[in-house]
């Protein structure tokens, strides 16, 4: 496994934190600032990896203001993980807790053999995952849309809940509570314009500010996908359907 980073990071193995405002990297040049710029100030890079330690990468300078956190109820991200054979991933309601990402911030180093990607459809996303454990990397649209879904699983670097929070910010906003199983979880049914709009905000700035490329997953000027892709056949993803919110006939 690479680990090259890892003995410089000054606050904690995987966990890297500078501060672009002053380029400098202790934090005690950020306490120095006001408290609401210390959110922007510190900006960490999170180191990757698959839970087998095959696929390895760093997630950099990432901050809460830099990056969205949705928790996903749709049966899109449900099938996905049954499809892995990771449902043990989603939570009670078949929630996926994700952070969205600019992609030139993200690489990896080691196991990139291991990598490969599922549609559900011939439209749908681009769902990223190590072949040799099958831990989820990250999911994508086009690079026209530049961002990374990423799964906490692959976000190793921030492995607790107070670790994510402090990394990533809380969960913006719960989405797709219809197909939620066992009903929609309290704020997960309404329309997230607060969300959308921090989004908005994110893409179009990594668009000019030219964070679109270079693309962990696809190929600059032609766009194709680096890894091979598997599009599911109507009754491979019916059957992942049948597994999924809002009421699964199948576990
Ligand atoms: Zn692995
Ligand atoms: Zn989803």
Redesign the pocket.
Known sequence: MAASGAGAAPFGRGLETRCPARAVTTRDNCVRLSARAIGDCVSKDVELQCRCGQVHGWLRDVSPSRVNR?L???????A?LHYLGRADLLDEHGG?D?VQVAPSSVTFDHGEECIVAVRLTSKG?HRWYATCCKTPLG?TLTPAVPFI?MPLEVLRGAPTASDRDQTFGKVRAA??GK?AVGGPPKGSTGFPIGMIAHVARLLLGWKLGGRAWPHPFFRKGTAAPIYPVTILEAGEREALRAKCGPNPTER
């Open positions: 949705p996903c109820y749709c049966d899109d991200c449900q996905f996926t994700v996303m999911n879904g989405i797709m197909f």
